[in-house]
């Protein structure tokens, strides 16, 4: 019997690869999204296939289905989005977690959690090995975030402490690449489409901070590896290749329009001034590791922008 999975946030941008990935190998795949941050385009070409269903529904409200295993990203992780609405940021992690978990309880079906390096809040261990228990303000405005992923996972421990459901935390660290919306706010895809429409380049700060970026396929391999493993987690999935901003920023420019300013505006609160992952547990217990540079990685991000733009999508 093929297998039944369900994909919360799926029509997003990690949620849409991830689909990809399970529909090609031949998985049934039941995508529930909202579209708070989504588009049916990222999946459109998935309607009508017999392994798939969408369903538009908010997982903050309970669902009854019939699956084996979930992979829960539903929540918006651009600042952008997720600070537009904050309550409701913190009611999806928390109330989303809650109800996707006794869903996964009831029909004893495995679940991963799409948490986040923002449970490091502004580390001051650096790099960030999965044993930092991280440094997050709870009442700054990236909090409704930060605080609802780091209750999400204590969640998904209790639940398996209590029930014995079967988990899988992730700690995603900066995930760019194609499907990133061109308004998502978040740095990869505000500088490429600034650069393609001859605008400045807006840092940030003085661009000092750094962050580490890890292209989606890359990303979705660890995903589906640490959801077939053994291991519980958690589990920072992440590239330490590690940039400023300003260098991104140059690096962006000199592949589209080198004569491009760049610009500063103020550093948003608690805007992290370090990141990058430790991925000594990937490499031992998933045999993974990141395989695209970020020299490649923007080479398709910044095509697959150019080409979005030209469209007029
Ligand atoms: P995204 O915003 O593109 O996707 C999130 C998806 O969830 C969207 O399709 C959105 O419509 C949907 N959604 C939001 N709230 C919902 C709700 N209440 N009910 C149903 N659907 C809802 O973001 P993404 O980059 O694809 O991130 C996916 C997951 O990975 C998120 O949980 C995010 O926190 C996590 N993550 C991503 C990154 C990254 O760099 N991309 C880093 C760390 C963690
Ligand atoms: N950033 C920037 N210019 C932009 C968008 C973001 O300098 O146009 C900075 C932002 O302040 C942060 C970094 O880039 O220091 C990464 O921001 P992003 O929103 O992509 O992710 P996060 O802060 O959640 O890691």
């Not at 391999?221 to 290749?241: A, F, K």
Request: proline fraction near 5%; charge should be negative.
């Amino acid at each position: 019997m093929t297998r039944r999975n369900l994909i919360t946030g799926g029509a997003g941008f990690l949620g849409s690869h991830l689909v990809d990935r399970l529909m090609e190998a031949g998985e049934e795949v039941i995508c529930l999204d909202n579209f708070y941050s989504g588009r049916k385009d990222n999946i459109r070409h998935w309607l009508g296939h017999a392994n798939f269903e969408l369903i538009r529904h908010d997982v903050t409200e309970p669902i009854r289905l019939e699956i084996d295993r979930i992979w829960h990203l539903a929540c918006p992780a651009s600042p952008v989005h997720y600070q537009s609405n904050p309550i409701k940021t913190a009611k999806t992690s928390f109330l989303g977690t809650y109800n996707m978990l006794g869903l996964a309880r009831r029909v004893g079906a495995r679940l991963l959690l799409a948490s986040t390096s923002e449970v490091y809040g502004d580390p001051e261990v650096h790099p960030q090995p999965e044993s930092y228990r991280g440094c997050v303000n709870t009442i700054g405005i990236r909090s409704c975030y930060d605080e609802g992923k780091r209750i999400a996972e204590t969640l998904c421990f209790d639940y398996q402490r209590m029930h014995g459901t079967e988990i899988r935390v992730m700690r995603i660290f900066n995930t760019y690449g194609p499907r990133m919306l061109p308004d998502d706010g978040r740095v990869v895809s505000n500088f490429i489409v600034q650069a393609l429409q001859g605008q400045s380049l807006t840092l940030y700060g003085d661009g000092s901070q750094t962050r580490s970026f890890c292209y989606v396929d890359d990303l979705i391999e660890g995903m589906i590896r640490l959801m077939n493993g053994d291991h519980t987690g958690p589990i920072n999935i992440g590239n330490p290749g590690e940039f400023t901003i300003r260098q991104l920023a140059e690096r962006v420019r000199e592949r589209i329009q080198p004569g491009l300013e760049l610009t500063t505006q103020p550093l948003p609160q608690d805007d992290p001034l370090q990141r990058q992952p430790v991925i000594d547990l990937a490499r031992e217990l998933l045999d993974w590791e990141p395989k695209v540079s970020l020299h490649e990685g923007l080479e398709s991000t910044i095509a697959y922008f150019r080409e979005r733009l030209r469209a007029g999508r």
